[in-house]
């Protein structure tokens, strides 16, 4: 195992996946004691305490060599990323180093990263891997005017929704979001009208889904953004224009177990930098990366950040 000289600064959510982060501890601590490696573990004690913890500084603010690792789920992993752009850089103008563990519930954003989600492997990467560059992005509106970060992606309607009545059962798993899926299929809500700005193109349509991604997978089982990258500097996307009934509706999310939904006729997709979404009819309803943005919003602006942190991870999703 080669030596790293890198200090670990691991902010682990105790309650994650069910438990499971804080039954992890010890194994996490006997590991790295073992390694010789200069670690930290904090735990959290409620929503939001991870983004105060790596905003305030922690052991790492302005040290050019210390991992801030998410040990929790891609909540976990939201704050951490939130903190880690929102806090006083210092003397220090690098991208922040981000690590993960991933030992929460989906841990899509792991997925997109290739971090497995056996403890020691995703121990040995953070030992082991050189870092790669890694793109954020940034939207603006809701209950957020000022902006949140987010590494994995934002979802419009259908998948937010999907989010909520996940949210309501019992499940700790993606079957939680298998089950939320078939609730919003049952209730074929309308769809808003929304006009579509990103780089030099716009449209106006029923949108029924619209998700724009830096990660691939979201929900467990959900391959939002097949195709995306982590640091090509541009945020993939799709629309899904409302379908003509619940059928339909079903036959569109099928798809996005395999990643296909673009070979639907009710797709738009591509690439951007910079969007621009205004709900002419109705209202959003938006998360990114489940944090919730808005349950009836009418503007929201979602930009990328090229290389805004670097990333410890055994990702093969990067441009070449």
Do not use: W
């Amino acid at each position: 195992m080669a030596q790293n000289k890198r200090k670990l600064f691991i902010i682990l959510n105790p309650i994650a996946g069910k438990g499971k982060a804080i039954k992890a501890y010890p194994q996490i601590e006997n590991f790295l004691k073992k390694a010789g490696v200069e670690f930290e573990i904090v735990l959290t004690e409620r929503p939001g305490h991870a983004l105060e913890i790596v905003r305030g500084g922690g052991a790492s603010a302005g040290e050019t060599d210390v991992v801030t690792v998410a040990a929790g789920g891609d909540g976990t992993c939201n704050e951490v990323v939130n903190g880690l752009l929102t806090r006083q850089s210092g003397a220090n103008p690098s991208p922040p180093l981000l690590g993960i563990l991933p030992v929460g519930r989906g841990n899509d954003f792991a997925y997109s990263a290739q971090t497995p989600h056996e403890i020691e492997k995703a121990l040995e990467i953070l030992l082991e891997s050189a870092t790669i560059p890694l793109d954020v992005g940034l939207v603006h509106g809701g209950f957020f005017p000022d902006g949140r970060y987010f590494v994995n992606g934002v979802g419009i309607g259908f998948d937010t929704k999907v989010g909520f009545e996940a949210a309501k059962m019992n499940i700790h798993s993606s079957l939680g979001y298998v089950f939320g899926a078939i609730v919003t299929v049952a209730k074929f809500e309308s769809s808003p009208v929304l006009e579509i700005r990103h780089d030099d193109q716009s449209f106006v349509e029923p949108s029924a889904l619209v998700s724009v991604v830096n990660g691939r997978r979201m929900g467990g089982s959900f391959f939002m953004g097949p195709n995306a990258l982590l640091n090509d500097g541009l945020l993939d996307f799709c629309v899904i224009k409302h379908p003509h009934s619940r059928r339909r509706l079903v036959s569109i999310v099928l798809k996005y177990f395999e990643g296909r939904q673009i070979e639907c006729e009710e797709a738009t997709a591509g690439r951007g930098s910079r969007f621009f979404l205004k709900a002419l009819e109705g209202g959003m309803a938006a998360h990114c990366d489940g944090e919730t943005i808005c349950f009836d919003g009418k503007e929201l602006t979602i930009t990328c950040v090229p290389n805004a942190l670097r990333l410890i991870s055994g990702s093969k999703f990067i441009k070449q």
